[in-house]
């Protein structure tokens, strides 16, 4: 590694100089050029301390200009959907007044402007594992064209966020979890990062479908966008729903379930009655995922919950 490479040149420099002093001792040499010597080793060991800083700087330098490059990234497309359990495993709740692992985790992560999103998330994870004894893992799955840096980004980039949370499903959750504390503090870090925010409560299924569709960005109006739409109406070719350079956050802190072969989020409303039930009345986990694709060039999804295998565990009962 670099660090090494240069802690090798150091003591070679180092080696070099005691090296010569002593050669220069026992061949009995004159003072005044024992004293010459042992100068130049102390100036070789000082000049190459500072051409060392110099190439720290350069280097940060360089990766200061690489973090702006692809921070003030306009083009950036994709989505990043992060849970805070794999699949089968359970999510901490926090302590009351506290957030969950995850979410501080993932909090504290991002408190360096310089970490991209996806980083953020990677060193999240690592953290929530040693910090639950290796009992919780968090996973990730992408296909984001760029690195979202949270504080980083453009001043063009249009941005909208939906955070919610909800502390009990009826009939599962036998006591309010300790979710809603979780859903302020991503409000907050959203809110300070630029984007439009909205924070629903304990919301019922077509509350949240409604904040969903409202994440949805209007197409710059631009000159001839009429003639372009008549066009492509000819053509039978849809104009793209998500506009370039627009970015949506959707934030989730509750219980959630699998039920008919998919992920829901359990909501205030939702129905635990039967899994058809379920799954007519909890939000989709694909459903959103499709939502926000259309909606805007670039979506990150993060869960803060995990799917239970609930009607499963009643059927075998």
Known sequence: SRAEALAERETVVKTLSRRTTIGLASAGVL???AAGLAYWGVDAERRFRAAREQASEAEERSIEGAIRKEATREDIEGQLIAYAASPGGVAM?????????????VLRSLKDPNMPFYAALIRAAKLVF??????????LATDMGGDIFLQRQPVSRRRKALVFSVDSIPGID?????????????????????????RLI???????????????FEAPRKQGALKEAMLHRVALVPVSPAPANTLAVVFFSGNGALASGDNYLGLSDSNIKTEADFSDTALSVTEIQESLSRQAA?????????FEKYFKRRAER
Not at 131 to 137: F, G, I, L, P, Y
């Open 298 to 306: 670039a979506s990150i999804l993060i869960l803060d919950t995990n």
């Open 174 to 198: 036998a006591k309010p979890l300790n979710v809603e504390i979780d859903a302020i503090s991503w409000e907050a870090l959203l809110a300070n990062s630029g984007f439009e925010v909205t």
């Open 130 to 139: 040693e910090e639950t004894d290796r009992s919780q893992r968090p996973y």
């Open 93 to 105: 709740d926090g302590k009351p007044g506290e957030n969950s692992p995850f979410t501080k985790a």
């Open 202 to 216: 304990n919301p019922k299924k077509t509350d949240v479908m409604a904040a969903i569709q409202a994440l949805k």
């Open 31 to 33: 003072t005044t050029a």
